[in-house]
């Protein structure tokens, strides 16, 4: 392994993180891929650009350290994850800066972020002891029946922007754990914090080639030719619908085992009966963590009738009270999107609910730049149809739908082909979990506006994707039973 050529400087500061790929415990200079701050605009860093051969050269690191990797006794991978925990702990302020700048979100959410994204390293530093087999007779009487786990192999690993930390620590956490050796290739607009992390695993005693991480500019040749090697044995995607469906259908070729968390469409449910205050407050969390750019985050509320009016004005004056600013601005609650693209489809989709007799009661319009800003809004007497009823706004906008009765709400909720997140917020809970076994989601939220813990299974239904992440399920994403027919 290389030594770091800048030891003793802030993790926060881009610059340190814009020399190289990280491949078999080496950085590898490089250009080509710039990082624009989305508060600004300015040019933050430049990061390697990997090419094909840069990508198979990550696998043959990846393949170099697996044996070794996978024969590491349980104690001591969970020892090394536990130390890599308390290093994004030791350092998460600097880390929460450097999300701050690549990505945008307001410091608050970053360091939300940190605290998350750390904890799925303890979690699975713990899991990593207590992988179980079974020991069963067979039925017939005839022999005993014995279940192994071994780790499934190398492991591709892709990221989005959303969550530049956790989306990463979600997956290498259980990875690893379960003794598989990983390639992260991160979003390109966000790679600053995987490379962070990377040199954190480093000091925390991840062997060289256990965990590589590179970026490009052409993801689809990239991560194609890693699919068709037959060395690697998984992929776990988390990103859009879209990409996941193409890269299905890739690593179809080669039978590669896929974990997918995709897009969601998030209904947001408020009974009559709910505690308004409490609906409110967990509305704005829905909403409005990371500025709405989540994929569990309340993309449609529906709230009934008696309350409805009541809901939109509280939800109104408290999304109006924000402050919009750059995310590493004291004060700032509201940072900028991702990026301008993600501002006019924003813009878009409000202006099209506009159009067909929807009503915005604040926000509403892109704000001036520099950065690409999009105020907290609310809107009222969305149609049905409006295109925001179907796709992730992925940002800071509430569509506030009326609805009458339990099935015509639990209608509405299962109207979209996604299925990641709901919430529900009644008084009565056995209403509220009647209802949320009728909503078709993965995950749903009672009278709650978070529901992400490392310790719970995270993930959807329908094109909102395959497996789960975290909890005690999420190693076995990682891990293939072998069965043992045996006499003795
Ligand atoms: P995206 O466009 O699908 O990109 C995700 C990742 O896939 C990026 O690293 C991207 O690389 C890469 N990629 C793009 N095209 C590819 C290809 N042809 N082959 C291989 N990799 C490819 O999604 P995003 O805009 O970054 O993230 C937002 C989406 O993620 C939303 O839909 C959101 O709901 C979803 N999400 C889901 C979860 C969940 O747990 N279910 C969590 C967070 C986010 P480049 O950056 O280089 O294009």
Not at 221 to 246: C, E, H, I, Y
Not at 265 to 279: E, H, I, Q, S
Not at 358 to 370: F, M, R, S, Y
Not at 384 to 403: K, L, N, Q, S, T
Request: glycine share 10%; with cysteine.
């Amino acid at each position: 392994m290389t030594l770091d050529p800048h030891p003793a400087a802030s993790y926060a500061d881009p610059s340190l993180h814009a020399h190289g790929l990280f491949i078999g415990g080496d950085w590898h200079a490089g250009r080509g891929i710039p990082v624009v701050n989305p508060a600004t605009t300015e040019r933050l860093a430049e990061v390697a650009d990997a090419s094909v051969s840069d990508a198979l050269r990550a696998v043959d690191a990846a393949e170099a350290s697996a044996a070794d990797w996978r024969a590491m006794p349980p104690r001591q991978r969970a020892e090394i994850l536990r130390r890599w925990f308390g290093l994004m702990t030791d350092h998460a302020e600097e880390l929460a800066v450097l999300i701050s700048l690549e990505n945008g979100k307001a410091l608050a959410d970053a360091r939300g972020e940190i605290a998350y994204a750390a904890e799925f390293f303890r979690w699975y530093a713990e899991e990593a002891v207590r992988i179980a087999g079974e020991f069963r007779h067979a039925p017939s009487g005839a022999n005993h029946i014995l279940v192994d786990h071994d780790p499934i192999g190398i492991s591709v690993l892709i990221t989005p922007w959303n969550f530049p930390a956790a989306m990463a620590t979600r997956k290498i956490g259980p990875a690893l754990a379960a003794g598989c050796t990983v390639i992260l290739k991160p979003a390109s607009e966000t790679p600053l914090t995987a490379y962070a992390m990377a040199r954190l695993g480093a000091e925390a005693g991840v062997p060289a080639g256990v965990v590589n991480v590179l970026t490009t500019s052409q993801p689809g040749p990239v991560v194609n030719a890693m699919l068709a090697d037959p060395r690697v044995r998984k992929l776990s995607f988390t990103g859009s619908t879209g990409v996941g469906r193409t890269l299905l259908a890739e690593a179809a070729k080669t039978v590669v085992s896929c974990s997918m968390e995709l897009g969601g469409n998030a209904p947001f449910l408020v009974f009559d009966d709910a505690d308004l205050d409490a609906a409110l407050d967990g509305a704005m969390i829905a909403k409005m963590r990371n500025a709405g750019e989540a994929c569990t985050a309340a993309n449609r509320f529906y709230v009934q009738a008696g309350i409805h009016d009541a809901f939109v004005a509280g939800l109104t004056q408290r999304m109006a009270a924000l402050n919009v600013g750059p995310g590493t601005q004291a004060g700032t609650q509201v940072g900028p999107m991702i990026t301008a693209k993600a501002v006019t489809k924003i813009d878009r989709l409000v202006r099209q609910a506009v159009a067909g007799g929807a009503h915005v009661t604040t926000g509403g319009a892109p704000l001036p730049g520099p950065g690409y800003y999009y105020p907290p809004t609310v809107i009222e007497n969305v149609p049905e149809d409006a295109e925001m009823a179907h796709e992730e706004i992925f940002g800071p906008v509430a569509p506030v739908y009326r609805f009458e009765t339990e099935a015509q709400v639990i209608r509405l909720a299962n109207a979209t082909d996604y299925g990641l997140a709901a919430y529900v917020y009644s008084r009565d809970l056995s209403r509220a979990l009647r209802v949320g076994k009728g909503i078709e989601a993965g995950m749903i939220a009672i009278n709650r506006g978070l529901m992400s813990d490392p310790a719970a299974p995270f993930g959807g239904v329908k094109q909102s994707g395959l497996g789960r992440e975290g909890g005690v399920t999420g190693i076995m994403e990682f891990l293939e039973p072998k069965y043992f027919a045996v006499n003795f």
